[in-house]
């Protein structure tokens, strides 16, 4: 049974750097696309990143890009996200997903309904 569990968010200035995780107790990540999400208040959700199941793929929403890194832990079970120069935009509840049939090693699904499991969120809030 895949459970995803979030960690890592809290209270941070603009500027500032946060690296949320995102494990899975029950089974590894070794053949599942896995991607971050994340969901304003009074907006819906976007698309922050997604990583290949082969780990040689990296996929960005443009919002993030060049601020943002996503990788995959050395025991295949835990998906990182790295957050640098936050703003105060990037404020929201972020969610990992995981894709359990992606069509190839190296796709990164950007779209939620490519999705099969989802964590709970952890919150993210950046003051100016």
């Known amino acids: 049974q895949v459970q995803l569990v979030e960690s890592g968010g809290g209270l941070v200035q603009a500027g500032g750097s946060l690296r949320l995780s995102c494990t899975n107790s029950g089974r590894t990540f070794r053949r599942y696309a896995m991607g971050w999400f994340r969901q304003a208040p009074g907006k819906e959700r976007e698309f922050v990143a997604a990583?290949?199941?082969?780990?040689?793929?990296?996929y960005y929403s443009d919002s993030v890009k060049g601020r943002f890194t996503i990788s995959r832990g050395n025991a295949q079970n835990t998906v990182y996200l790295q957050m640098n120069s936050l703003k105060p935009e990037d404020t929201a509840v972020y969610y990992c997903?995981?894709?359990?049939?992606?069509?190839?090693?190296?796709?990164?699904?950007?779209?939620?309904?490519?999705?099969?499991?989802w964590g709970q969120g952890t919150h993210v809030t950046v003051s100016s």
């Open positions: 997903a995981a894709d359990f049939t992606p069509s190839n090693s190296d796709y990164t699904p950007n779209q939620g309904h490519e999705y099969d499991s």
């Open positions: 990583i290949s199941w082969s780990g040689g793929s990296a």
